[in-house]
Nanobody
Framework: QVQLVESGGGLVQPGESRRLSCAAS????????MGWYRQAPGKERELVAA???????DYGSSVKGRFTISRDYAKNTVYLQMNSLKPEDTAVYYC?????????????WGQGTQVTVSS
């Protein structure tokens, strides 16, 4: 059993910054990749940022230059530093991990954390 627990969401004003955290725990052998996705009301879930076990990163076009993903390998934790937040960044942010367990490689999701950007 693997759990992903997000934290750090909340209400922020436009232009401000926020950092999200996601900690993975449970029967983990190794983590192949971790990432953040978001889903706004009435829209499909979209990739925000992802990072591989080697540290390669990928970003959605709407957040490039504003958001930064990073990992703490020792803590099995991934972070999303969000700067210059805009109202259109408002969404539920979900953590994703492609994780190797004794039963194989699987994708796991966190429960989501709400980020609201509003004045």
């Amino acid at each position: 059993q693997v759990q992903l627990v997000e934290s750090g969401g909340g209400l922020v004003q436009p232009g401000e910054s926020r950092r999200l955290s996601c900690a993975a725990s449970g029967s983990i052998i190794s983590i192949n990749a971790m990432g953040w996705y978001r889903q706004a009301p009435g829209k499909e879930r979209e990739l925000v940022a992802a990072i591989t076990s080697r540290g390669s990163t990928d970003y959605g076009s709407s957040v490039k230059g504003r958001f930064t993903i990073s990992r703490d390998y020792a803590k099995n934790t991934v972070y999303l530093q969000m700067n210059s937040l805009k109202p259109e960044d408002t969404a539920v942010y979900y953590c994703n991990g492609n994780i190797r367990t004794w039963n194989g490689n699987y994708d796991y999701w966190g429960q989501g954390t709400q980020v609201t950007v509003s004045s």
